[in-house]
């Protein structure tokens, strides 16, 4: 399974940005989905995760980004989604988007596939 991240850019502080996540080779409905972002001089760090298709409860946000932050999938379009709100300065990073088999988890470790990140700017 190949990922591609795509949908960042530049927007204001409160703005919204929505990323996508899309696959080929490979369907995502049968894995998890993470998604992370290295800030510049930063770890990366992981953001949430969504379950399989019909798992989609078992979805986890980290609490930076929890409320402001929510993942869904089109199956039809073979992409999960990471709609962005509420964007703070902070949240400016490189974001990945990244598959594994089983649960959804937060570790970047336990994923297997990996896309190319999408760079995000929030700055006014």
């Known amino acids: 399974v190949q990922l591609q991240a795509s949908g960042g850019g530049l927007v204001q502080p409160g703005g919204s940005l929505t990323l996508s996540c899309t696959a080929s080779g490979g369907t995502l409905d049968y894995v998890a989905v993470g998604w992370f972002r290295r800030a510049p001089g930063k770890e990366r760090e992981g953001l949430s995760c969504?379950?399989?298709?019909?798992?989609?409860?078992?979805?986890y946000y980290v609490d930076s980004v929890k409320g402001r932050f929510t993942q869904s999938r089109d199956s039809a379009k073979n992409t999960v989604y990471l709609q962005m709100n509420s964007l703070k300065p902070e949240d400016t990073a490189i974001y990945y988007c990244a598959a594994r088999w089983g649960a959804g988890a937060l570790g970047a470790n336990e994923y297997t596939y990996w896309g190319q990140g999408t760079l995000v700017t929030v700055s006014s």
């Open positions: 969504i379950g399989s298709r019909g798992s989609e409860d078992s979805s």
